[in-house]
């Protein structure tokens, strides 16, 4: 079956420092979302990619698809303490199956020492 | 405010026993799914719901049961044929369309003693 493989499983961070997490698909995807889940908290949706080579930002957030669809990245620009919790990337096949699932990387939980 | 309500947050229960979580969402929403999340993992699917009166298994739907009787509603039953079934239990939903992401409600944390 499908599987998105996410790594690193761990990053700790000076406050300040830059920080990247990447997600790798077996397959094919049609898209790929990103989710932050705090500490003790719920995943929250953060953005979906749809285009191959897509690059969308949301302020120190930088989210890119590769033109293959198969690989992911998520980069945040000087790390802030409220950036801490776990990062999640989902795929969804681009063919066969059903178009409502989605597949969950493990995550990087990513730690910010300030 | 829309949401997604999942109750109760923290539930105990002795082994052998069947228990239902609730989930309930207001967002109108077609999609519903449950997540299990063991520590250092990442979100399983037990069971998805696309529309009322249908629902299908995820991947690790062994020992769950679920009902779509409502939109609204889809609660998920943990029996006791469910080997390991202390874990945190996520409900979410989505509208039809693919292109939006999941809302998750908080979490039922379960643990069978």
């Known amino acids: 079956g499908q599987q998105v493989m996410q790594i690193p499983q761990y990053q700790h961070v000076q406050e300040g420092e830059d920080f990247t997490t990447y997600c790798n698909s077996s397959t094919t995807l049609s898209n790929i979302q990103w989710y932050k889940q705090r500490p003790g908290g719920h995943p929250v949706f953060l953005i979906q990619l749809v285009k191959s080579g897509e690059v969308k930002k949301q302020k120190r957030l930088t989210f890119q698809f590769g033109e293959a669809k198969k690989n992911s990245s998520l980069h945040i620009t000087a790390t802030q303490t409220t950036d801490v919790g776990t990062y999640f990337c989902?795929?969804?096949?681009?063919?066969?199956?059903?178009?409502?699932?989605?597949?969950f990387g493990k995550g990087t939980l990513l730690t910010v020492n300030p | 405010d829309g949401g997604i309500t999942q109750s109760p947050k923290y539930l105990f229960r002795k082994e052998g026993q069947n228990v239902t979580l609730s989930c309930e969402q207001n967002l109108n929403h077609d999609a519903m799914y449950w997540y299990r999340q063991d520590p250092g993992q990442g979100l399983r699917l037990i069971y998805y719901s696309q529309i009322v009166n249908d629902f299908q298994k995820g991947d690790i739907a062994e020992g769950y049961s679920v009902s779509r009787e409502k939109k609204e509603s889809f609660p998920l039953t943990v029996t006791s044929a469910q080997k390991n079934p202390t874990a945190f239990y996520l409900c979410?939903?989505?509208?039809?369309?693919?292109?939006?992401?999941?809302?998750f409600g908080s979490g039922t944390r379960l643990t069978v003693v």
């Open positions: 979410a939903s989505r509208p039809g369309q693919s292109r939006y992401g999941y809302t």
């Open positions: 989902a795929g969804r096949k681009m063919s066969g199956g059903s178009n409502y699932k989605l597949t």
